[in-house]
């Protein structure tokens, strides 16, 4: 099992930024892919961004390259999502995912960006 933690949502105006943390623990991380999702209320969960715990790779949604940046902190083993130039259509909860093999899911945490 791996326990994902999501924190760092909120309201935030257009033009803002907000920066989602994800604290993960349990098994072997080294081996993960970590992601961010988000889900809109209606629509479906999309894919937002993701990273690898071990290298550099990293991948990102059309629609957010630019203004978001993935990275991670090994030693504390937490990924973050920093988001730049938000717009009302990102508002969505955002969801931490680790996957390898099976997908785990973190709780998410709401973020509202008003116009």
């Known amino acids: 099992q791996v326990q994902l933690v999501e924190s760092g949502g909120g309201l935030v105006q257009a033009g803002g930024s907000l920066r989602l943390s994800c604290a993960a623990s349990?098994?072997?991380?080294?081996?993960?892919?970590m992601g961010w999702f988000r889900q809109a209320p209606g629509r479906e969960r999309e894919f937002v961004a993701s990273?690898?715990?071990?290298?550099?790779?990293?991948s990102y949604a059309d629609f957010v390259k630019g203004r978001f940046t993935i990275s991670r902190d090994n030693a504390k083993a937490t990924v973050y999502l920093q988001m730049n130039s938000l717009k009302p259509e990102d508002t969505a909860v955002y969801y931490c995912?680790?996957?390898?093999?099976?997908?785990?899911w973190g709780q998410g945490t709401q973020v509202t960006v008003s116009s």
């Open positions: 990273i690898m715990w071990s290298g550099s790779s990293t």
């Open positions: 995912s680790a996957v390898n093999g099976a997908r785990f």
């Open positions: 349990g098994r072997t991380l080294s081996s993960y892919a």
